[in-house]
Nanobody, 119 residues
Framework: QVQVVDSGGGSVQPGGSLRLSCAAS????????MNWYRQAPGKQRELVAG???????NYVESVKGRFTISRDNAKNTVYLQMNSLKFEDTAVYYC?????????????WGQGTQVTVSA
C-alpha cells in the first residue's frame, strides 16, 4: 500500500498564489506517475496536472501558464504551484499516485485539500 498525503490548501484572493504539496510513501516513488485532480461542487473531478517518472508534464488547458507541477524524488514529494488564481480554480484538490505493478497500474489518492479563491 502507498500512503498519499496532500496539503497546502487555503483561501486566497483572485490573482494570488498557492503551493500544494503531496507526500507519497515508498522507495519506488521516483517511478510513480503523480497527478493532481480537482473537484468543484456540482462538477466532475478533472485532471489538472500530471508528471511522469521522466519529468514530462501535462496540464488541463485552463491552467496552462498559471500552474506548474514538479517533483522532488529525494523528498518523495510532488508540488503544484498555482499562480494567478481565479474564482473557477476553487475546488478540492486531490493528489494521486499511479503505481505500476506486474499485472497493471494501481492508483492511490490523497485525502484532498481545499482551495478557495474569493475576494
Amino acid at each position: 500500500q502507498v500512503q498519499v498525503v496532500d496539503s497546502g490548501g487555503g483561501s486566497v484572493q483572485p490573482g494570488g498564489s498557492l503551493r500544494l504539496s503531496c507526500a507519497a510513501s515508498g522507495s519506488g516513488f521516483s517511478t510513480y506517475m503523480m497527478n493532481w485532480y480537482r473537484q468543484a461542487p456540482g462538477k466532475q473531478r478533472e485532471l489538472v496536472a500530471g508528471i511522469t517518472r521522466e519529468g514530462v508534464t501535462n496540464y488541463v488547458e485552463s491552467v496552462k501558464g498559471r500552474f506548474t507541477i514538479s517533483r522532488d524524488n529525494a523528498k518523495n514529494t510532488v508540488y503544484l504551484q498555482m499562480n494567478s488564481l481565479k474564482f473557477e480554480d476553487t475546488a478540492v484538490y486531490y493528489c494521486n499516485a499511479e503505481v505500476s505493478l506486474r499485472w497493471g497500474t494501481r492508483t492511490y489518492w490523497g485525502q484532498g485539500t481545499q482551495v478557495t479563491v474569493s475576494a
